[in-house]
């Protein structure tokens, strides 16, 4: 190939929206060379999808030049789609065909010989190991195996470049990584060119070349190498105290102004100090950095990508963790023997005809405490969180919520809990305030009281200038901080969160925990599922789970123990799993 496979100049496209006129992109800039891998980054809006539209030929630009494989977009964007493949984010998987049938219908609407099918299906199957399943009905796949079978039917004719949208969003770690070796392969092997778009910073470091979007610019480009340099000699480390979970000591460091990022990781805290933006240390950052605690490490592309957007981003309105949570005697949850449990359950099961999906599940969960459900696709977490939730009901065994039997008083432990869901599921067509007000009602709260919980709410989550905006116009992060509002109005003792940041760019993440944190410190307890296993750091606890059996149980440094004293929580759950995985086998039992 001796043009690039993507070149950009100056391109920009502007929408409309209820709130004015969107600039999506402004005057982008950026080349992707033959067989390279490049990676789309940014916070939620930065203009990553309208990129990747643009460049499949399904938008045009409103000015600027942009060429795919040496051709006009906007001259030639029906010979452009005919050889390159573009997978979208929602991916169209018909699930009611299998997965034999999902390949042949993408073959034939890509006019694929039959004489080439036999040998590229081979290829594909053996690489996204889902050749044991051809017959299994789509819909019927776990969530990983749904977005390799999605890839499968991307790549069933050979492109010239392929344009991936986020494809691992929703997908777990294990997955996650079958999928990145895919598409590392593509590029080693067939010097494919391809440009993902992608939440992760470990994803994009794997990546030949990073372009940093903002708000429709490009902030950065280059190798991971070259732009992580910018973090160089800022970046630290620091152990929490004993007993103080690690989200105690990241808060109080964000409450510093000369502080650019502060994260959980591996049992420590991870932070980003620049002493040259202008702000002193505080009494409590300048007595942690003089005491010897901490110990300044490499930097990394995340540290490089938080540093960027700091100057960039606009005030969190989260509330500050309360005072009495950051003293040297910060509790942590409270001890099992002298506070009785707010969850509890018990040989918990739910069969879906033969099908076991939770599998003898047995927990408690105490008041104030964060307690992270995890495990891959199609492991059971779900089914256990709609069961605790009253979403579903079990098959046998024991639920306690709130003091109420989940059996036998469903209605009344549903008024103690609050529920975000993991897709959208507020009402699109209704404005902010009206959803709201609906969700409030629903929750019994009328007249002065509603009132007054919706002025809270909107002050507490940023959204008072968007009261009369359709919700489902709003960008991705205002969803998510109305979500957060609907299922806090009538102040519940207990918050299910599913999947909450599935798709979050790491400045929506810590915004997200940030409010978390500050919760969890003033006695609410907060249920989560998550597939970012940073997140699970956070964590008071968290259970494992696997084939609906739970694999592991404890405090992340337990989890961490269990695998083998590895330093990170992803790390520590992969080798869980294919433990499990690996026993179970060995039991006579089916790995897949």
Not at 14 to 22: A, E, K, Q
Request: contains cysteine; neutral net charge; proline residues 6%.
């Amino acid at each position: 190939m001796t043009s690039p496979a993507l070149a950009a100049q100056d391109v920009c496209k502007r929408f409309r929206s209820p709130t004015g006129p969107v600039q999506a992109l402004d005057h982008v800039s950026m080349r992707v060379e033959g067989g390279s891998l490049t990676a789309l980054v940014g916070p939620d809006g930065a203009g990553k999808t309208t990129l990747l539209r643009m460049a499949a030929g399904l938008l045009k630009s409103d000015s600027g030049e942009l060429a795919v494989l040496g051709l006009d977009v906007s001259r030639h964007a029906a010979e452009i789609q005919a050889r390159i493949s573009y997978m979208p984010q929602r991916f169209g998987l018909y699930e009611d065909l299998s997965v034999q049938e999902n390949l042949d219908l993408y073959a034939d609407l890509h006019n694929v010989p039959s004489s080439q099918r036999t040998e590229r299906y081979a290829r594909l199957m053996a690489m996204t190991d889902l050749g044991r399943f051809t017959r299994r009905p789509a819909g019927k796949l776990s969530g990983g195996m749904k977005q390799k079978l999605g890839l499968a039917c991307t790549l069933v004719r050979a492109p010239e470049l392929l344009l991936l949208d986020e494809p691992t969003v929703g997908v777990d770690p294990l997955s996650r990584q079958e999928l990145w070796e895919i598409l590392t392969q593509l590029v080693r092997d067939e010097a494919l060119p391809v440009v993902v778009s992608t939440a992760y910073m470990d994803e994009a470091a794997r990546c030949d070349q990073v372009v940093v979007l903002h708000e429709g610019r490009v902030l950065a480009q280059g190798t991971p190498d070259t732009l992580r340099r910018d973090a160089e000699g800022l970046c630290y480390t620091v152990r929490p105290r004993e007993g103080q979970p690690a989200r105690i000591l990241q808060a109080q460091l964000l409450d510093d102004e000369s502080i650019v990022d502060a994260v959980p990781r591996g049992g420590l805290v991870r932070f980003i100090h620049r002493a040259e933006s202008g702000s002193a240390p505080g009494p409590a950052l300048q007595a942690l950095l003089d005491s010897g605690q901490s110990k300044k490490v490499e930097p990394e592309l995340e540290d490089s990508f938080m540093l960027r957007l700091h100057d960039r981003r606009r005030p969190d309105p989260s509330p500050p963790v309360p005072t009495n949570a950051l003293a040297t005697s910060a509790p942590g949850p409270v001890p099992a023997s002298t506070d009785k449990p707010v969850i509890e359950v018990r040989d918990l099961v739910r069969r879906f005809g033969d099908f076991v999906a939770v599998d003898h599940a047995s927990f408690a969960v105490r008041q104030g405490e964060i307690f992270g459900l995890l495990g891959p696709n199609g492991a059971g977490k779900t089914t256990t969180f709609r069961m605790l939730c009253g979403l579903l009901p079990a098959t046998s065994g024991f639920i306690q919520v709130a003091g109420n039997n989940l059996r036998t008083a469903g209605a009344q432990a549903r008024r103690g809990i609050g529920y975000v869901a993991q897709k959208f599921a507020l009402y699109g067509n209704l404005t902010v305030d009206e959803n709201l007000a609906f969700f409030g009602k629903a929750y019994g709260l009328y007249g002065k009281a509603l009132s007054s919980r919706m002025a809270e709410t909107r002050q507490q989550f940023g959204l008072q200038d968007l009261g009369k905006a359709p919700a489902g116009q709003l960008p991705g992060g205002y969803k998510q901080r109305l979500a957060m509002a609907t299922g806090l109005l009538h102040r519940p003792d207990i918050l299910f969160l599913d999947e909450p940041t599935s798709g979050a760019d790491p400045l929506a993440r810590r915004e997200f925990w940030r409010r978390i944190t500050a919760l969890s410190a003033s006695g609410i307890t907060v249920i989560v599922t998550t597939h970012f296993m940073e997140e699970a750091e956070y964590c008071d606890r968290v259970v494992i789970q696997d084939a609906g059996r739970i694999l592991a149980m404890g405090t992340p440094w337990d989890i961490r123990r269990q695998a083998g004293g590895t330093a990170d929580m992803e790390s520590a759950f992969i080798a869980i799993v294919r433990q499990g995985r690996q026993a179970q086998s060995a039991d006579g039992g089916v790995g897949a």
